[in-house]
């Protein structure tokens, strides 16, 4: 069974740092495109970022570019999401979400959208 | 990267079909196929309803449908049921950018 458990969610100031963790299980994240997804309470989804299977294309939504890093660990199953500056905007529920493959007659192919998400680790930015 | 618009709220009454639309650029939702929608009941992880504009994934029920014309993507739900009471959000790959969510849509079944 696919499960995606992410951690590290907590209170912390304005200007502090935080590292997110998502445990992934029951496939291989190797051959995965991986992102993070954010809701803020009571507000829509908010895509924050992505990294290729190959860690070749990472990609950042602008409201966090520069600010936040995502990495992943193939060998140890795990996707991380290193968050600096924090500001009280980003306070929200972070999701890690796996992408799913399309396919066709020549086989499968990168279909760029979230087919298993993770429960979600509250993160507030606050004095 | 600018949200998808769609409308705030769509209601219908048990057993009637509902549009939902999705509506974005020539960069985004009419660059490509790779639009996707979601479901997302109150305080629960957001559910894949339909990938690649039209796909459904292996469980979800068929009264799911999804269209694109141009820069505008649908979601169609018909003989609407009181389970379907819930946000939906229509998602976008931006090619070398990203992602990009739209407004979000409450449904209500009256």
């Known amino acids: 069974e696919v499960q995606l458990v992410e951690s590290g969610g907590r209170l912390v100031n304005p200007g502090g740092s935080l590292r997110l963790s998502c445990a992934a299980s029951?496939?291989?994240?190797?051959?995965?495109?991986l992102n993070w997804v954010r809701q803020a309470p009571g507000k829509g989804l908010e895509w924050v970022s992505f990294i290729s299977s190959s860690r070749r294309y990472i990609y950042y939504a602008d409201s966090v570019k520069g600010r936040f890093t995502i990495s992943r660990d193939d060998a140890k199953n795990y996707l991380y999401l290193q968050m600096d500056s924090l500001r009280a905007e980003d306070t929200a529920v972070y999701y890690c979400?796996?992408?799913?493959?399309?396919?066709?007659?020549?086989?499968?192919?990168?279909?760029?959208?979230?087919?298993?998400w993770g429960q979600g680790t509250p993160v507030t930015v606050s004095s | 990267q600018s949200a998808l618009t769609q409308p705030a709220s769509v209601s219908g009454s048990p057993g009637q079909s509902i549009t939902i639309s999705c509506t974005g650029t020539?960069?985004?939702?009419?660059?490509?196929?790779?639009v996707s929608w979601y479901q997302q009941h109150p305080g629960k992880v957001p559910k894949l309803m339909i990938y690649e504009v039209s796909n459904r994934p292996s469980g979800v029920s068929n009264r799911f449908s999804g269209s694109k014309s141009e820069n505008t993507a649908s979601l169609t739900i018909s003989g609407l049921q009181a389970e379907d009471e819930a946000d939906y959000y229509c998602?976008?790959?931006?090619?070398?950018?990203?992602?990009?969510f739209g407004t979000g849509t409450k449904v209500t079944v009256l």
């Open positions: 029951g496939f291989t994240l190797t051959n995965y495109n």
């Open positions: 979400a796996r992408e799913g493959f399309g396919e066709d007659s020549s086989g499968y192919y990168y279909a760029y959208y979230f087919d298993y």
């Open positions: 020539s960069s985004d939702v009419g660059g490509h196929d790779y």
């Open positions: 998602s976008s790959f931006i090619t070398n950018r990203g992602f990009v």
